[in-house]
Nanobody, 122 residues
Framework: QVQLMESGGGLVQTGGSLRLSCVASGNNFATSAMGWFRQAPGKERELVAAITSSTGITKYADYVKGRFTISRDNAENTLYLQMDSLTVEDTAVYFC???????????????WGQGTQVTVSS
């Protein structure tokens, strides 16, 4: 079973940037699509961005397009989320998650990380 560990969250002012990282254990990372999800207080968890296993095709939620960039380093088993131009509405716990397939369009999402808190102040 793959274990995921997020880091990089914190407190930042509106307009600032943060870079989240997610390190995966195990041997499945390079063949798995990966995604970043977030959950704000009182809201459901939602997909923010996803990336295929090796071709680097990405998908973003409309509200982060042009501000967030998902990337991965398969040699380091690490997933990243660069977040720029942050707003108060981006405040949430951010989770990484592995998909059993190489393409994120599959519903085969599996393990969650423990999450990292991102707080954007006005």
């Amino acid at each position: 079973q793959v274990q995921l560990m997020e880091s990089g969250g914190g407190l930042v002012q509106t307009g600032g940037s943060l870079r989240l990282s997610c390190v995966a254990s195990g041997n499945n990372f390079a063949t798995s699509a990966m995604g970043w999800f977030r959950q704000a207080p009182g809201k459901e968890r939602e997909l923010v961005a996803a990336i295929t296993s090796s071709t680097g095709i990405t998908k973003y939620a409309d509200y982060v397009k042009g501000r967030f960039t998902i990337s991965r380093d398969n040699a380091e088993n690490t997933l990243y989320l660069q977040m720029d131009s942050l707003t108060v509405e981006d405040t949430a716990v951010y989770f990484c998650r592995r998909n059993r397939e190489s393409y994120y369009g599959s519903s085969a999402w599996e393990e969650w990380g423990q999450g990292t808190q991102v707080t954007v102040s006005s």
